[in-house]
């Protein structure tokens, strides 16, 4: 089964942070983070991030 996990954020690092931990322990094969503007540091945070299921 092909799994697809959606993340949508804006001003909740903290919270993507764990969101994205507890995801990535979960057996989907793709995970799309849309970060909305985000002004807290997000984009940087994602821009660090290597798992090849991230997009």
């Given amino acids: 089964m092909n799994l697809t996990a959606l993340i949508v954020t804006w001003n909740r690092l903290s919270q993507l942070q764990h969101t994205v931990k507890a ?8 995970i799309v983070i849309v970060n909305n503007g985000s002004t807290d ?9 290597s798992d090849p299921r991230i997009h």
């Fill in 41 to 49: 540091g997000t984009a940087s945070w994602l821009a660090e991030l």
């Fill in 23 to 30: 995801t990535l322990a979960l057996p989907f094969q793709h």
